[in-house]
């Protein structure tokens, strides 16, 4: 059985979100094989702990074999429970809508979570090395504008970084599943997620079709 984890990164009800909607279009079309197991995460909904002091302080003290205070070592615990479970997945489904050329936080710190030396990479005498080679990330994502093409196309940050920081971890089979425009032509946002519904549901086939 195949594991696919959703990481959901917009607060937003499905019904107010164009992201959330395709990303339910998606996974309703995975859902028709049965040997798909299917873990939802909600950013929003999760304690998803931040890289700060404390968590500096308790990567310092564990290397130097000291003891960690009771906070550091529940949210180092929590830490490796995300870690474990992104690492335990076949198949990762990001879904994020575009803010201000960028993503919600909460993703960014999630990513934290699971880019980890010696467990997702490693360093080597010829440079980092991603040790989770095998697994496949699927990016739905919605934009208000149009970035795929025109003058905007540099300005698409959230994309290339997602699938920079997953190459970097050794996930180089990436698929971005977009829907954009919306905010650019409102008279067309529904003609322009059914695009993108179409677009997920051939996705979703390919991707059954490559795990049978």
């Known amino acids: 059985m195949k594991k696919v984890l959703v990481i959901n990164s917009n607060p937003k009800p499905t019904e107010m979100s164009f992201s959330l909607r395709l990303g339910e279009h ?6 028709a094989d049965a040997d798909v197991q299917i873990e939802r995460v909600n950013l929003y909904e ?20 000291e003891a960690l205070s009771a906070e550091q070592t529940s949210t180092l615990g929590r830490m490796n429970e995300i870690l474990e479970q992104f690492i335990a997945a076949d198949v990762v489904v990001f879904i994020t809508p575009m803010w201000n050329l960028s993503f919600p936080t909460l993703l960014k710190a999630y990513i934290d979570n699971v880019v980890i ?51 970097f971890i050794g996930i180089t089979d990436y ?6 425009g919306m905010a650019a032509t409102p ?13 997920a549901e051939q996705s979703a ?7 049978k």
Do not use: C
């Not at 698409?156 to 997602?162: A, G, I, K, N, V």
């Not at 086939?205 to 795990?211: G, I």
């Open 117 to 167: 030396a010696g467990r997702t990479f490693k360093y080597t005498a010829e440079g980092p090395k991603g040790l989770l080679g095998g697994k496949k990330v699927v990016h739905i994502e919605a934009r208000g504008g149009v970035y795929s093409e025109g003058p905007t196309t540099g300005l698409r940050f959230t994309d290339s970084y997602l699938q920079t920081i997953m190459g």
């Open 187 to 199: 008279d067309r946002a529904e003609e322009i997620l059914a695009s993108a519904k179409q677009r």
């Open 175 to 180: 698929e971005n599943v977009v829907v954009e």
């Open 46 to 65: 999760e304690n998803i702990p931040l890289i700060d002091g404390t968590v500096l302080d308790a990567w310092g003290k564990a290397a130097a074999g």
């Open 26 to 31: 998606y996974l309703t079309a995975l859902q």
């Open 205 to 211: 086939k390919n991707l059954l079709a490559a795990v």
